[in-house]
């Protein structure tokens, strides 16, 4: 158990909806940071943030946004959904101090997988 | 940009065999370097890492050196046991980041050991 919580597991949906997925980082860290992974484009980051603010941004689709809110906690938005945007999404989390080391480990958590139908 | 390649799999193995998982990589300066393994129906777990070259990263028996002359992170393994049945990747976090920093990935190599 990596001490990260993600919510839902599994996730169904239609096309053109819009979903939330819920990441709750490990105690202390302050960075949270969002991956998807696909069968066509592997894992792929999609956006940080550390501390309830944007730190770095991937491939994120406009139709998706993520926010980090005052208690650490991590939501993933997407919307207008697609086929093409089912796939598993992980989120991780990291200490994350201003200043600290870039090789610091990120921590998984068993991620949502998200079925668009 | 930066990119991390991965031999290609699945690999396939028989208990007790030596495993090598190839791993290269593309960054500019002295990206940190890390290798993951994923179990079915789980999320990344680390399973090694190294910071600086000629650092030798090991856990579990599993090994991989950094080698800043071959940009290289090759994973071994002595001998693999059927519980090693897992995907294993590769993966980079640019230098010059502080903060934390994103994890570049390769694509994944699906073990299988055999008893």
């Known amino acids: 158990d990596s001490g990260v919580t993600q919510t839902p597991k599994h996730l169904i949906t239609a096309t053109g909806q819009r979903v939330t997925l819920r990441c709750s980082p490990r105690?202390?860290?302050?960075?949270v940071y969002w991956y998807q992974q696909s069968l066509d484009q592997g894992l792929q980051f999609l956006i940080q943030y550390y501390n309830g603010e944007e730190r770095a941004k991937g491939n994120i689709l406009e139709r998706f946004s993520a926010q980090q809110f005052p208690d650490l906690h991590s939501e993933l938005n997407l919307s207008s959904l697609e086929l093409g945007d089912s796939a598993l999404y992980f989120c991780?989390?990291?200490?994350?101090?201003?200043?600290?080391?870039?090789?610091?480990?990120?921590?998984f958590g068993p991620g949502t997988r998200l079925l668009v139908l | 940009g930066n990119s991390v390649t991965q031999m290609e799999g699945p690999v396939t193995l028989s208990e007790e065999a030596f495993l090598t998982i190839n791993c290269t990589y593309t960054a500019t300066g002295y990206p940190s370097l890390f290798w993951y393994v994923q179990y079915p129906g789980e999320g990344l777990q680390l399973l090694l890492k190294?910071?600086?070259?000629?650092d030798k990263g090991s856990n579990k028996g599993f090994e991989a050196t950094y080698r800043k002359e071959t940009t290289s992170f090759h994973l071994e393994k002595g001998s693999v046991q059927v519980s090693d049945s897992a995907v294993y990747f590769c993966?980079?976090?640019?230098?010059?980041?502080?903060?934390?920093?994103?994890?570049?990935f390769g694509e994944g190599t699906q073990l299988t050991v055999n008893p």
């Open positions: 991780a989390s990291s200490q994350g101090h201003s200043g600290g080391p870039p090789q610091e480990t990120q921590y």
């Open positions: 993966a980079l976090t640019p230098w010059g980041e502080t903060s934390g920093s994103r994890l570049t």
């Open positions: 105690s202390g860290d302050l960075s």
């Open positions: 190294a910071t600086k070259a000629d």
